[in-house]
């Protein structure tokens, strides 16, 4: 049972136009989540995070977008950049507990950022 | 200067074999992971350990084998292989065991069972 679910494999954009790249969850005892990076043959790299108590955590031009009543998260990148052109992964964690920060993944979306 | 470093990037090995893959990280993190990211593309938690004792162990075969000889190390030793371990595998660590916190990544091994 995938618990975080990136519905969209890929997703091209044009060069300074918007991304929106979405993540949508089903454990409602998730209340930390996390958008990661991903080049070729690297590991993921941290890109951005919210918490549950908030509904936007902005960082230059990536903006987080948490929906908690739609188990709904999305990240914005404004303006886009050939640059940015990788895998993007959602992830969730329960910070309490024994989940030990445990993060829970979802399947990556492909950008590519056209010139 | 690598924060969290792997070793070997590719492993291609026949069924089997044991073989180890090696971890270590600088960041002076108390938790250190394993992930293992299949043919499907997701990443998936295998272990977890914090200041060297195992907290998380996703229902992971008994020839996969975790070995943390201090903090900034996590080895994974993986016993009689099998095709269907071919995949990448991700080391991580993190500050805090849980919270809200995030993990940094190592590069990834690419096994390969033949």
């Known amino acids: 049972d995938q618990q975080v679910k990136q519905n969209s494999p890929s997703l091209s954009v044009q060069e300074g136009r918007i991304s929106i790249l979405n993540c949508d969850y089903t454990n409602s005892m998730f209340d930390y989540f996390l958008w990661y990076k991903k080049y070729p043959a690297e590991g993921p790299t941290f890109l951005i995070s919210i918490s549950s108590i908030k509904d936007k955590n902005e960082d230059g031009r990536f903006t987080v977008f948490l929906n908690k009543s739609a188990k709904h998260l999305s990240l914005h990148i404004v303006p886009s950049q050939p640059g940015d052109s990788a895998v993007y992964f959602c992830a969730a964690s329960v910070s309490g507990g024994t989940s030990y920060g445990k993060l829970t993944f979802g399947q990556g979306t492909i950008l590519t950022v056209h010139p | 200067d690598t924060a969290v470093s792997q070793t070997p990037k590719y492993l291609v090995t026949q069924m089997g074999n044991d073989k180890s893959i090696k971890c270590e990280q600088n960041?002076?993190?108390?938790?250190m992971y394993w992930y293992k990211q299949d043919s499907k593309k997701f990443l998936k938690i295998m272990f977890s350990y914090n200041n060297k004792e195992l907290i998380i162990n996703e229902t992971v075969p008994n020839r996969f084998s975790p070995k943390s000889p201090d903090k900034a190390h996590l080895n994974l030793h993986i016993n009689s292989l099998e095709l269907g371990d071919s995949a990448v595998y991700f080391c991580?660590?993190?500050?805090?065991?849980?919270?809200?916190?995030?993990?940094?990544f190592g590069q990834g091994t690419r096994l390969t069972v033949v």
């Open positions: 960041l002076g993190h108390d938790t």
């Open positions: 991580a660590s993190s500050q805090l065991p849980g919270g809200w916190t995030e993990a940094f």
